[in-house]
């Protein structure tokens, strides 16, 4: 019987040097990220695409290509397999009559961060990690400390004090050790690493700091291609912060081609980021293969408000590679779009998933996208968790009073 994970190393992102997988493991000696590769020949030998349609409809579906070695030590709470929506009315609305949604907001913990979470702390657990360490925008925390708890595992958790309320009752509610931080992510992480120094047991799991949370992101890109029928879309546009997703639905691509499950032309990737914070856009629009950190980083979409993203270089390769772009929008236009997709097809999504639909948008009124291509946008989590972003201004009715245009009472 083929093995539960076919994982053989992990390989520097910079200088492609060999690291062993089977202990816990940081960064690269230089710094960089590692990548979790697998033997994909023998995947490919041994397990068909059609074999992986009939499994429970989870993100362990894949998990040849995922890192945990076995079965038994898989952390889950029922990740994966959000719906593929097609949005017929906002689509048409915005000239891409072809516009799809993958909607993150019905995962656990209502945003896409549960995937990461749940393959990180399974192989956190299975290499002897007793406690795990983060500075979180306040999303990561939540599935970090929830999946922690649920794996028996301590957690600490820093993030910003402007972070949304929920993501902090998340945290405590599942007995993380949280604090807030009068700062950025950047200034909570560096308190995080000063913590975990001195700390035994514990693994700092801050993005792409730890190899294994871009291996649950990958699977929206594993999942995205099986919903359609084991073929790609035109475009798919992502809300890029640290850039964990976009990097991993990229790497999942590449993986898929290996084993022969998918052929021809990628889709283009599109990272999306908000004006006041879009470093990785003012590198694509400059030609750098990295970013610069954005200067006083500030907006409404918080879970991408990452001034220096550790894996900016990955993204950029994604995005050029696949010929697609990075675009930055306002916080008008997100939160416009926000509304716009709730009244037109029912979505109340979170604003870095309504930033996406802004750049589509936009892209459309400058021809990149000619509006006849298969349009996937990621929704990152559950609008239900930012009610700030919809100011509710009604009127309040006497209990003897009548709703505007009511008959009279007889």
């Known amino acids: 019987m083929p093995a539960y994970s076919a994982l053989t190393h992990l390989e520097c992102s910079r200088t492609g040097s060999r690291h062993d997988a089977d202990v816990v493991q940081g960064t690269s000696p230089v710094g960089a990220p590692l990548l979790a590769r697998y033997d994909l020949e023998q995947v490919r030998a041994t397990v068909t695409k059609e ?17 945990v070695r076995s079965e038994a030590n898989v952390i889950t709470l029922g990740e994966g397999m959000t719906p593929l929506l097609d949005l017929p009315r906002y689509g048409s609305a915005l000239g891409v009559p072809a516009l799809k949604m993958k909607d993150e907001s019905l ?51 820093a ?23 009068d ?12 913590a975990v120094a001195e700390r035994t047991g514990y693994q700092e799991i801050s993005t792409l700091k730890e190899p294994y949370r871009i291996e649950g992101k990958k699977t929206m890109g594993y999942e995205i291609v099986e919903q359609l029928g084991w073929r790609v879309p035109d475009v798919i546009l992502y809300p890029t912060g640290g850039g964990v997703g976009i990097i991993g639905i990229y ?36 030609g750098d293969t990295e970013s610069v950190a954005f200067p006083d980083a500030r907006t409404v979409a918080f879970g991408i408000t990452v ?4 894996g900016d270089f990955l993204v950029l390769e994604a995005v050029r590679k696949t010929e697609g772009t990075a675009v930055a929008v306002s916080d008008g236009e997100l939160l416009a779009a926000q509304g716009e997709l709730a009244r037109t097809e029912g979505a109340f999504i979170c604003p870095e998933g309504a930033a996406c ?3 589509v948008r936009n892209l459309r009124a400058t021809g ?3 509006g006849d291509e298969e349009v996937v946008v990621l929704n990152t989590g559950a609008g239900l968790k930012y009610p700030e972003t919809v100011p509710v201004d009604v009127p309040t009715l006497p209990v003897d009073g009548r709703i505007p245009g009511a008959p009279e009472p007889r």
């Open 251 to 286: 790497k999942a691509l590449l993986e898929m081609q290996e084993l022969g499950w998918i052929s021809g032309d990628l889709p283009r990737l599109v990272a999306v980021q908000a004006e006041g914070c879009a470093p990785i856009v003012e590198a694509y629009q400059r």
């Open 357 to 359: 639909f802004a750049a």
């Open 307 to 310: 001034p220096k993203a550790l």
């Open 159 to 181: 993030m910003p004090v402007d972070a949304p309320e929920i993501t902090r009752a998340e945290c405590v509610v599942s007995g993380a050790e949280l604090y807030l931080v």
């Open 51 to 67: 074999e992986v349609a009939a499994r429970p409809p989870s993100l362990w579906r894949y998990h040849e290509v995922l890192p």
């Open 107 to 157: 995962i656990p913990t209502g945003s896409f961060k549960a995937r990461g979470a749940a393959v990180g702390v399974s192989r956190a657990a299975e290499l002897g990690v007793t406690g795990i360490a983060m500075p979180t925008n306040g999303n990561a925390g939540a599935a970090w400390s929830v999946y922690a708890a649920r794996a028996g595992m301590r957690s600490l958790v």
């Open 183 to 194: 700062g950025l992510i950047g200034d909570a992480g560096r308190l995080v690493a000063a």
């Open 368 to 370: 990149w996208l000619r």
